[in-house]
């Protein structure tokens, strides 16, 4: 009795010089604060899901910059006076050697001769022409990627690829060191400078350069992005809310085919799918 009096009386000195006890501090999430999922959480989702669209398209532009399926030929002479379509006829290496008529050439002087045609007759070609009726430029005939340099057309795509990789392992831990902020920015600058250069680049090994940064850009942006609006609303939101993110870039793979057939022109789809994001530096910084 007298020990259950005596702590009593400990317990209410201890709360009231404050020296002894100290109250246990309840534990306060950002969102209980600024609100589960209200007006603001959902103006930064609506902007961060805009400027996805645009940033996706990059994903899937080397289809259309680089479509399979364009008709190449073997340039003829300067000075030689017959139609294209003959010279694609006369040129191409008998089918008996089962090389590919679009990189090897027979000599014009080799169609003079009544003799059968040797694989050692044959030059490889150096200068190629395209037909152009349903893409009037692409990087194709842009860098002549081409028989022995078709290869790059992958490399580039590994290259970006590579890009995408390098930003999931640096942005997430750059911008718990810098801010949110300034690497969201960072990564949006970026993706936008290098998708513009990318369209002037004056060879293909720069063009690929640009690629990689274009693609680490795009992925910084999109990694950040989720972690902001993940961390911006209350737990029982960040399903939705992570999930509906990723229709911006569903909307991106389904508007660019329509895109790409409106503008056939690879220079001209570089900048369109670049340009778009101008409109939210701004409202970034």
């Not at 100290?22 to 989702?45: A, C, H, M, T």
């Not at 169609?111 to 040797?118: A, K, M, P």
């Not at 250069?197 to 690929?208: D, E, R, T």
Request: glycine share 6%.
């Amino acid at each position: 009795m007298w020990s259950t009096k005596k702590e009593e009386d400990c317990d209410s000195v201890q709360k009231s010089s404050g020296s002894f006890v100290s109250e246990p501090e309840e534990s306060v999430e950002v969102s209980d604060v600024i609100g589960g999922y209200g007006p603001w959480q959902r103006d930064i989702f609506v902007l961060l899901f805009l400027a996805s669209i645009p940033s996706a398209w990059h994903n899937l532009q080397m289809t259309f910059m680089a479509p399979s399926g364009v008709e190449f030929w073997c340039a003829p002479p300067y000075n030689l006076n017959i139609s294209s379509y003959e010279w694609r006829n006369r040129s191409a290496p008998p089918e008996h050697l089962g090389l590919d008529k679009r990189c090897y050439v027979t000599p014009f002087w080799r169609l003079q001769s009544n003799s059968t045609v040797q694989e050692s007759d044959l030059l490889k070609c150096t200068v190629w022409e395209y037909d152009d009726t349903f893409y009037p430029s692409t990087i194709i005939d842009e860098w002549d990627l081409v028989c022995d340099r078709e290869w790059l057309i992958s490399f580039s795509v590994s290259i970006y690829n590579v890009g995408y990789l390098v930003a999931v392992l640096v942005f997430g831990q750059l911008s718990d060191s810098v801010g949110r902020r300034p690497t969201l920015l960072f990564s949006y600058v970026m993706n936008v400078g290098s998708g513009f250069l990318s369209a002037f680049a004056p060879s293909f090994a720069m063009f690929a350069i640009l690629r990689f940064f274009t693609a680490v850009g795009a992925a910084g942006f999109y990694t950040v992005s989720f972690v902001i609006l993940i961390e911006m609303v209350s737990p029982m939101y960040r399903s939705m809310v992570g999930v509906a993110i990723n229709f911006g870039w569903c909307l991106a793979f389904i508007s660019l085919p329509g895109v790409a057939w409106i503008i056939r022109d690879w220079f001209w789809l570089q900048l369109a799918v670049t340009l778009p994001k101008l409109l939210f530096i701004s409202v970034f910084w």
